[in-house]
């Protein structure tokens, strides 16, 4: 029994020394990390594979894998009316085509870059099975850039798809076939706007790019984005070569070296994409924010403005609208006391809204419209604002008769005190900044409508040596509103204006008035400012230029004559420009219409980035169709980034850095 006690006792002390050993060592790193994408061992069908009947598509690798976001990335060709089921589990692809499959047609299932290893991430690359159901598979590809109309902004994730022009139709194609038919090969946009469709026949088509909102891929609602153009595809091929760059790292690289490729054709086409005008209208929402007006919210404009019968009031001339400039959200404000204490409004309204058909049809509502500030409480607010004002009057009032008053009773006193009605309430107002550009106009808005403006009771003149000298001027409302008013005058460079306005030269639908005003007016140095001429070539007389900050905003605009745009008085910064043709002399961008095959106007970027600095006179060439459409918009005020490429992390080799640094 001692003899086993002696044999092992010094087993257990070697195994705690193991153990403890192994503890201060630190946990084993399991090798180098797996840096390689997974692959397919095995496909059912074939890849390639031709008189296939398969309905369910396998794909097989040598490790556990992961798709990432496949309702986005997974794109298959024809396109699916019924959503295929796709299902990613260890290391198997499993593809469940929910439709019949169609005779003689090649099928594409376009994963991009989602397959990825499940352990590392590690990316596959872009990949797409294929197989046909007839005797050959259609290999040929076309790619291109699908870009917003308006602003050149790629679009992510838009459907592109293609419709084969019938070889006895010649060039002849009927307009109405992408609001009737499915489209016959697709593919998506990713981050940069850029599609790539695959599988495709030779043969002559049109493209078309489709915000399918109801995912029946045909041009179908109003509120889809569309592009479309009058351009024949006609799919080819040739040899090319490439060159690759092997990187050392990521700064260093070893070589470049040439790489033979197959090079699809075409690769250029660019689809602005637009969204029509005119959308379904309906009645959205109405509200009554408090008892003095009213608001009606459309889901679209119309340039026919609703009518109302008053039930409980008289609605004849009982509103003043402001309207937003796209017409869609009208408030209404109620001139009459009477008719705005009425905690409820009931009134039959008529306007204009899209029936089935998208008809723009007359239409009747009923509306009652409470307030959310009742009457009882404002009356209220008015009742405890007064008590307050007469309980300080009185307050100040004891103050300052301190000696009058002593011996008395404070009931009594407060009873012997008038109080006399509370100071006049003015008209709010909110003027624009009083350092202007000399280009610039002074604006003054206000919370209510104006009824009244006497414009003899506005003064306005030059400050020169302490003198003032009177000067013409001009007042209008700014587009028709009745809260916005816009002051004209010439005004110039190092120069100083005075405006006053008396009390009363304004006065709102409810009898306010516009206390006296006196506004010191300051305009800015010429040697503050930049001056920008552009000479434009390629263009035409619809050209209209605007200058952009780095916010993509329109800073001026210039309707260009002559082959130029000048603009003066820009304050120093850096700047952008685009450009857009103004065929129907509206002074804005029009969006275009599928039905009569109008296209947008068209837009153009500047490619580069601006400076201009104070005391600058610059002179810039530009054509705005020298460069691809898709090249044209800088990158610094794009909105739409596109995504980080994937790539395989090399982990193995940061491991070993790190572990030199440690040494």
């Known amino acids: 029994m001692s003899s086993r006690k002696f044999h092992i006792l010094p087993l257990l002390l070697v195994l705690a020394i193991v153990l403890y050993a192994c503890a201060n060592i630190g946990t084993p790193d399991g090798g180098p990390y797996d840096e390689t994408p997974p692959r397919i061992v095995h496909t059912s069908p074939k890849f390639g594979a031709v008189g296939s009947k398969a309905t369910k598509i396998v794909l097989e690798f040598d490790e556990n894998i992961k798709l990432e976001?496949?309702?986005?990335?997974?794109?298959?060709?024809?396109?699916?009316?019924?959503?295929?089921?796709?299902?990613?589990?260890?290391?198997?692809?499993?593809?469940?085509?929910?439709?019949?499959?169609?005779?003689?047609?090649?099928?594409?299932?376009?994963f991009s870059d989602a397959i990825q290893d499940n352990n590392e991430g590690n990316p596959m690359g872009d990949y797409a099975f294929t197989f046909s159901t007839g005797e050959q598979v259609d290999t040929m590809q076309v790619s291109g850039h699908v870009?917003?109309?308006?602003?050149?902004?790629?679009?992510?994730?838009?459907?592109?798809?293609?419709?084969?022009?019938?070889?006895?139709?010649?060039?002849?194609?009927?307009?109405?076939?992408?609001?009737?038919?499915?489209?016959?090969?697709?593919?998506?946009?990713?981050?940069?706007?850029?599609?790539?469709?695959?599988?495709?026949?030779?043969?002559?088509?049109?493209?078309?790019a489709l915000q399918d909102q109801d995912q029946d891929f045909k041009y179908s609602q109003k509120s889809e984005m569309l592009a479309f153009t009058d351009r024949v595809i006609t799919p080819s091929f040739m040899?090319?070569?490439?060159?690759?760059?092997?990187?050392?790292?990521?700064?260093?690289?070893?070589?470049?070296?040439?790489?033979?490729?197959?090079?699809?054709?075409?690769?250029?086409?660019?689809?602005a994409a637009f969204q029509v005008a005119?959308?379904?209208?309906?009645?959205?929402?109405?509200?009554?924010?408090?008892?003095?007006?009213?608001?009606l919210f459309f889901t679209g404009p119309d340039s026919t403005l609703p009518t109302f019968e008053g039930l409980n009031f008289d609605a004849a001339d009982a509103f003043v609208l402001d309207?937003?400039?796209?017409?869609?959200?009208?408030?209404?404000?109620?001139?009459?006391?009477?008719?705005?204490?009425?905690?409820?409004?009931?009134?039959?309204?008529?306007?204009?809204?899209?029936?089935?058909?998208?008809?723009?049809?007359?239409?009747?509502?009923?509306?009652?419209?409470?307030?959310?500030?009742?009457?009882?409480?404002?009356?209220?607010?008015?009742?405890?604002?007064?008590?307050?004002?007469?309980?300080?009057?009185?307050?100040?009032?004891?103050?300052?008769?301190?000696?009058?008053?002593?011996?008395k009773k404070s009931k009594d006193i407060?009873?012997?005190?008038?109080?006399?009605?509370?100071?006049?309430?003015?008209?709010?107002?909110?003027?624009?900044k009083q350092t202007m550009d000399p280009d610039n106009n002074l604006d003054i808005r206000f919370n209510e409508p104006i009824d009244t403006l006497y414009e003899s009771m506005f003064h306005f003149s030059e400050?020169?040596?302490?003198?003032?000298?009177?000067?013409?001027?001009?007042?209008?409302?700014?587009?028709?509103?009745?809260?916005?008013?816009?002051?004209?005058?010439?005004?110039?460079?190092?120069?100083?204006?005075?405006?006053?306005?008396?009390?009363?030269?304004?006065?709102?639908?409810?009898?306010k008035r516009l206390e006296g005003v006196k506004k010191t007016l300051s305009i800015k140095s010429l040697d503050t400012y930049s001056t920008l001429?552009?000479?434009?070539?390629?263009?035409?007389?619809?050209?209209?230029?605007?200058?952009?900050?780095?916010?993509?905003?329109?800073?001026?605009?210039?309707?260009?004559?002559?082959n130029r745009a000048d603009f003066y008085f820009v304050n120093p910064g850096t700047y952008y420009l685009r450009l857009f043709c103004d065929h129907d002399g509206d002074g804005k961008w029009t969006t275009g219409n599928y039905d009569s095959q109008q296209q947008a106007e068209e837009v153009y970027y500047y490619p580069g980035a601006l400076d201009l600095r104070a005391k600058w006179e610059v002179n810039q060439t530009w054509n705005p169709k020298a460069q691809p459409l898709s090249q044209q918009k800088p990158a610094k005020i794009t909105k739409q980034k596109p995504d980080k490429e994937k790539s395989t992390r090399s982990r193995n080799e940061e491991r070993e850095r790190n572990k030199a640094k440690q040494k």
């Open 463 to 511: 400050v020169i040596d302490s003198t003032n000298h009177e000067r013409p001027f001009v007042i209008q409302r700014i587009d028709n509103s009745p809260m916005a008013y816009r002051f004209f005058a010439e005004w110039k460079p190092e120069s100083k204006y005075e405006l006053v306005i008396d009390t009363g030269a304004i006065v709102n639908i409810y009898g």
């Open 147 to 208: 870009l917003d109309a308006s602003n050149l902004e790629p679009i992510k994730g838009i459907l592109v798809g293609l419709y084969r022009i019938p070889d006895s139709a010649s060039n002849a194609f009927p307009d109405s076939i992408f609001r009737t038919k499915e489209l016959e090969r697709v593919s998506r946009t990713d981050s940069r706007g850029h599609f790539i469709i695959k599988g495709i026949a030779a043969g002559n088509y049109r493209v078309y």
């Open 69 to 110: 976001r496949a309702s986005e990335k997974v794109v298959i060709s024809p396109p699916q009316i019924n959503q295929p089921e796709i299902d990613a589990s260890g290391k198997r692809i499993t593809v469940s085509l929910q439709d019949s499959l169609k005779p003689n047609t090649t099928y594409t299932i376009d």
């Open 533 to 562: 001429f552009v000479t434009l070539q390629n263009t035409d007389t619809s050209a209209v230029v605007q200058l952009l900050n780095s916010s993509d905003k329109v800073v001026k605009e210039v309707k260009a004559a002559n």
């Open 323 to 407: 309207a937003n400039p796209t017409l869609d959200t009208l408030t209404y404000w109620i001139r009459d006391s009477l008719i705005y204490n009425l905690d409820t409004l009931n009134m039959v309204v008529h306007f204009n809204a899209t029936d089935t058909l998208g008809r723009l049809q007359p239409t009747t509502d009923t509306l009652s419209l409470a307030s959310k500030v009742s009457y009882e409480k404002t009356q209220k607010r008015k009742t405890d604002a007064w008590e307050e004002y007469a309980k300080n009057y009185r307050k100040e009032y004891k103050n300052e008769h301190k000696e009058e008053l002593k011996g």
């Open 278 to 295: 005119g959308k379904d209208r309906s009645m959205l929402k109405r509200e009554r924010p408090q008892l003095e007006k009213f608001t």
């Open 414 to 432: 407060d009873a012997e005190i008038e109080v006399p009605p509370m100071p006049e309430t003015f008209l709010e107002a909110k003027f624009s």
């Open 239 to 271: 040899p090319d070569v490439r060159h690759d760059t092997i990187w050392h790292d990521s700064i260093h690289y070893d070589s470049i070296i040439p790489v033979n490729y197959t090079h699809f054709l075409p690769d250029d086409i660019v689809l």
